[in-house]
Each structure stands twice: as structure tokens, then as C-alpha cells.
């Protein structure tokens, strides 16, 4: 059976189209970028105006791709949580008017747990139980998943995403947006070591994460104590270095409390998504220490990290357990 999933819980507009073997048909996305990026941050306004003029060509670009007619569509998915609240419903309208037209089931998909089925997708073989690491721009959490619908949360961020620190670092050192890339080019130019900065929670027992006195501490190495006429540094050993101790401070965070979370369970696999996953040096970070923990890693590759439709895949597993949901299915903006 053919699935028609959307996505349009941030900045990107996605459709996909998947069998209920997990065999992704074909996927599309179309990005807004270019539209935040004089802002240095997603616009929320401006994402779910985007959304609107995007998803029917996004959705008729993806069952064109698949070589199917829109009749052939047996089941539509959509991620209607978390996210931003007028983009989700851009995209959960969409879907329930697609299911009620075409006579077929809805099924409604957690937008983070997509994120660790994406591992399960790339795997082509079941990862389950394992623990996951969910860290993008939105979100930083540690789960322990039983199978690919039960999720319990074991720690989450107190405050900034990783992602979210990665944009707010960027734009202090003028790198632009989005922040993730840009920090990991500057980063590869500077000395990891060059700054001591703050590694919040690192030697807690406690599986939760904070990114905001690193942002703090990197705005005041970059300007001194008064920020109120700063400027971006020019390129250089300074923005290198700044980059560089910065990256390595967030991927020593998230390294360490995924060992954490391993032996605290006892788990011996590990399954990480979301956009910042796109990372070589956490993806090379996350190897090595799982190898040391005789644990096995799952990464998704580039095109499954960010944000995309293909994950959603994961209602193919609600669909076997017959977990339909009806009109009344809404967007919801908060976290699990």
C-alpha cells in the first residue's frame, strides 16, 4: 500500500511518498532558507505563508516522482506535533482534506519521534530498543525507546536547542544562517582548545542539557563584557577559534550524556536524528565513543537529518496497529 505523508512543522515544506514496507518512493522538500536568513532565525509568520504557497506543488512534485495519480494514495500521515503552531496546521488541514477526498485513513505522527525512525529507515532492520538522541534546531532530548511508538523521555534541554545555539553563535560571529553549517566550516579553520567554555550539566548524573551560558560565554570571549555596540569579527584565528571551542563544547555535552544514557539502561544501541546530526564531528564524536561502549550507532544520512516527509514513515507502524485518528486531529505546538 502507498502512503502520501507531509511535513511542515518549521521551515520546511515536505511530501513524501512511502509503501508499507518502508520503502520510500519518493521525497521532496522545499526549503525556505533563503527567506529567514536575513532574520538569522525561523519567522514564524513568514514560514507558514511559505507552507501555503509550497505544498501542493511540493505534494504533485512527489506523486509525480513516484509515478503514481493521487487515487493510488492509500493512507495520508502528517506531523501534527510538535512545531510551530501555524505551520503544523498548514500542513494537518492539507491532510485531513486529502484523507476525507480521497476516502482513505489519517494518521497523525510526532514530528521527534520521526526523527529517531529515521535511523529504522536508513537501518533497513529493526534498532529497537535503543536509546535516542533527538538534536536539531528545536529540540535536544535523550529518550529510551521500547519500539518505534514508545518513547519515554529521559532528559531534555532546560533552555536553547542545540540547533538554536548553533544559529544564535552564528550570528554573533556574522557567519549567517543557518547556523549549523556555518559554525562547522568556520570551526574546521580554529583550535578546539583555543577557549575553555562552560560545559553545563557535562558531570551531572542528570540527562539534561543547557546551551545558553555557552551562547553567553562565546558572546563575551567574541566582544569583552560590553555587547551594546559589538560587532561580528572579521575573519580570522579569533572567529575560528570561537567557532571551533564552541563546537567541540556542544559535542563533548551531547557525547557524554549519550554514554550516560547507555549505561544508566544498560541499552547497547543508539539512534540519532534531527539536523544537527548533520555534523561530521558529532557524527565522528558519537562513533567513536559508542565503539568504546561496545554499543551500535544509527545516524541517518544528510537527507534524513533535516527536516523531510520520508520519516513519517513511522505511521506505517500505527497504520498495523490500526491507530487512525479522525477530523478532530489539530495541531499541537508543545513538546511530546
Same mark, same amino acid.
Given at each position: 500500500m502507498l502512503f502520501l505523508a507531509l511535513e511542515t512543522s518549521c521551515d520546511e515544506t515536505a511530501a513524501a511518498v512511502f509503501t508499507d514496507e518502508l520503502a520510500v518512493v519518493s521525497s521532496v522538500v522545499a526549503s525556505q532558507t533563503e527567506l529567514h536568513a536575513r532574520f538569522g532565525g525561523v519567522v514564524p509568520e513568514i514560514a507558514s505563508r511559505a507552507h501555503l504557497r509550497n505544498l501542493l506543488p511540493v505534494i504533485d512534485e512527489a506523486i509525480g516522482r513516484a509515478g503514481i495519480a493521487l487515487a493510488d494514495i492509500g493512507c495520508i500521515a502528517v506531523h501534527h506535533t510538535p512545531g510551530l503552531v501555524g505551520a503544523l496546521l498548514i500542513g494537518v488541514s492539507a491532510a485531513k482534506m486529502l484523507s476525507l477526498a480521497l476516502g482513505v485513513p489519517l494518521i497523525g505522527v510526532n514530528h521527534v519521534a520521526s526523527h529517531i525512525f529515521a535511523c529504522r529507515l536508513a537501518a533497513e532492520g529493526?534498532?529497537?530498543?535503543?536509546?535516542?538522541?533527538?538534536?536539531?534546531?528545536?529540540?535536544?532530548?535523550?529518550?529510551?525507546?521500547?519500539?518505534?511508538?514508545?518513547?519515554?523521555?529521559?532528559? /531534555?534541554?532546560?533552555?536553547?536547542? +542545540?540547533?538554536?545555539?548553533?544559529?544564535?553563535?552564528? =550570528?554573533? @560571529?556574522?557567519?549567517? %544562517?543557518? $547556523?549549523?553549517?556555518?559554525?562547522?566550516?568556520?570551526?574546521?579553520? /580554529?583550535?578546539?582548545?583555543?577557549? +575553555?567554555?562552560?560545559?553545563?550539566?557535562?558531570?551531572? =548524573?542528570? @540527562?539534561?542539557?543547557? %546551551?545558553? $551560558?555557552?551562547?553567553?560565554?562565546?558572546?563575551?570571549?567574541?566582544? /569583552?563584557?560590553?555587547?551594546?555596540? +559589538?560587532?561580528?569579527?572579521?575573519?580570522?584565528?579569533?572567529?575560528?577559534?570561537?567557532?571551533?571551542?564552541?563546537?567541540?563544547?556542544?559535542?563533548?555535552?551531547?557525547?557524554?550524556?549519550?554514554?550516560?544514557?547507555?549505561?544508566?539502561?544498560?541499552?547497547?544501541?543508539?539512534?540519532?536524528g534531527g539536523g544537527v546530526t548533520a555534523n561530521k564531528a558529532l557524527r565522528a564524536a558519537l562513533q567513536e565513543m559508542c565503539e568504546k561502549e561496545c554499543a551500535e550507532l544509527f545516524i541517518p544520512p544528510m537527507n534524513l537529518c533535516t527536516d523531510n516527509a520520508a520519516m513519517a514513515a513511522l505511521a506505517v507502524e500505527k497504520w498495523k496497529r490500526g491507530e487512525f485518528a479522525g477530523p478532530e486531529l489539530d495541531a499541537e505546538p508543545n513538546f511530546l
Open positions: 529493526d534498532i529497537y530498543p535503543c536509546i535516542g538522541l533527538v538534536v536539531s534546531g528545536g529540540h535536544t532530548a535523550l529518550f529510551h525507546c521500547d519500539t518505534a511508538l514508545s518513547l519515554q523521555l529521559l532528559g /531534555g534541554t532546560r533552555d536553547d536547542a +542545540a540547533g538554536e545555539a548553533f544559529d544564535k553563535v552564528a =550570528a554573533i @560571529l556574522g557567519l549567517g %544562517f543557518p $547556523g549549523g553549517p556555518a559554525v562547522e566550516r568556520e570551526a574546521a579553520l /580554529g583550535n578546539p582548545r583555543a577557549h +575553555a567554555f562552560p560545559r553545563s550539566f557535562r558531570d551531572d =548524573a542528570r @540527562l539534561e542539557f543547557s %546551551f545558553s $551560558g555557552l551562547k553567553t560565554a562565546v558572546l563575551y570571549s567574541c566582544h /569583552g563584557q560590553d555587547v551594546s555596540k +559589538a560587532v561580528p569579527p572579521p575573519a580570522g584565528p579569533k572567529r575560528a577559534d570561537l567557532a571551533a571551542s564552541f563546537q567541540a563544547a556542544v559535542i563533548d555535552v551531547l557525547t557524554v550524556k549519550c554514554k550516560q544514557a547507555l549505561r544508566q539502561t544498560g541499552l547497547k544501541r543508539l539512534a540519532v
